[in-house]
């Protein structure tokens, strides 16, 4: 691995303070627990509804169709967010957050359960897009290249976290793990206190910068999108492939978190080396890492081999988004930080909702789609690997 060769680069800024990091943090987190939350209990609410039709699919879309709510809203968000500032979007967001997330504790259908989803997908567009753009606002260098990992760290960690918990709460109801999205109501006061965000260049007396490299930051979007259908085969295929070995709910949920646990280990201690490296080639290295970890899921004889794929998984997982952020970061001109960040929402999200139909796997055949998920992961590797030795564009103004 090679150091990044020096380039010209905006004066770094000073790092905002403890309290703005841990809000942008916990911020962050909101994302994962928009899906790892319930991810457990997916099997326990489809044989809960199980004389509603095609109620298998629609139980699944009651993960994944987040990811389309924010592939079409995230570009609103920001717009919205380059335009009035990232405080008042995050504001509007984190209300529709709790109610969203909530109403699966009262939904008495399966069409129901769907509905606050949508309503949960549109929260989320907004906390990712404003928080992310504020990110940006507010780190540079490497300074924002170590928060960048620590924020995926501190995700991954919720992570670990959420979906043992959802594992316990899926035991007792389908719907208990609902209750966890109430939580979200508690950073509204942290929210209050984070700067409105710098405005984009359609707000008054911002001068105007030149427009970001679209070409390159196309690539960063469909890599995106692809890792993202590779990775979320673990909430969305894992549990009914662990179900189909015989584990239990609460085993699952902490089966599944120690991916996620591997993931912020191995962001964290990335963390203490950002910007040391070309963000290509770790980004690469993690997705070849992430095709192993999946081909040793696709041949375990039993739950002890699937638990090492999750754990190789994990370990490359760490390495994959916080690059591919920094990447984009270096790309994108102040002026439309919100408007970027919004469309890396959108593409990491829709591969979110592409991933069960891309990568389906039948019944009784559960493992298939992780085969696929590792070659996708390997060729998406071996492209960042060409990619990097290439130099790095940045941004301009």
Do not use: C
Not at 180 to 186: E, P, Q, S
Not at 256 to 282: C, E, H, K, Y
């Amino acid at each position: 691995m090679t150091a990044l060769s020096p380039a010209p680069a905006a004066p770094t800024r000073a790092a905002p303070d403890r309290l703005t990091q841990a809000t942008l943090l916990l911020l962050a987190a909101l994302t994962v627990m928009s899906g790892a939350t319930i991810a457990p209990a997916l099997p326990a609410m489809q044989a809960h509804f199980a004389d509603t039709p095609n109620a298998a699919l629609l139980t699944k879309l009651a993960l994944t169709i987040l990811g389309v709510v924010i592939a079409v809203t995230a570009p609103i968000s920001g717009v919205l967010a380059d335009r009035f500032g990232r405080r008042p979007v995050l504001l509007g967001a984190l209300t529709l957050y709790v109610l969203g997330g909530a109403s699966g504790l009262v939904a008495q259908s399966l069409g129901q359960v769907l509905a606050g989803r949508v309503v949960l997908g549109l929260a989320v567009a907004g906390t990712m897009t404003a928080a992310g753009a504020l990110v940006n606002d507010l780190f540079s260098g490497p300074g924002r290249g170590r928060f960048l990992s620590q924020q995926a760290a501190f995700t991954s960690f919720g992570g670990a976290v959420l979906l043992p918990l959802g594992g316990v709460l899926a035991a007792v109801s389908w719907r208990a793990p609902f209750a966890l999205y109430l939580a979200a109501a508690l950073l509204l006061p942290l929210v209050l206190r984070l700067p409105r965000g710098v405005p984009g260049q359609d707000a008054v007396g911002s001068a105007p910068q030149a427009a970001p490299r679209w070409g390159a930051i196309a690539v960063v979007y469909a890599l995106a999108l692809g890792y993202m259908i590779v990775f979320y085969l673990m909430p969305a295929q894992g549990p009914f492939l662990l179900r189909a070995l015989g584990a239990e709910p609460g085993v699952m949920g902490l089966m599944l978190g120690s991916s996620t646990l591997m993931a912020a280990v191995t962001a964290l201690v990335f963390s203490r080396f950002a910007g040391r490296f070309d963000t290509r080639r770790l980004a690469g290295l993690g997705m070849a890492i992430v095709a192993l970890g999946w081909l040793l899921v696709f041949r375990a004889p039993g739950l002890a081999v699937v638990e090492a794929g999750l754990l190789v998984a994990g370990l490359g997982g760490g390495l994959v988004f916080p690059n591919l952020y920094a990447w984009l970061a270096d790309l994108t001109p102040p002026a439309w930080r919100g408007r970027v960040t919004a469309g890396m929402s959108s593409a990491v999200f829709l591969g979110q909702f592409l991933s069960p139909l891309v990568l389906a796997s039948s019944a009784g055949h559960e493992a298939q789609g992780f085969a696929a998920g590792a070659a996708l992961a390997a060729v998406m590797g071996g492209a960042l690997l060409a990619l990097s030795l290439r130099p790095v564009p940045r941004a301009q103004g």
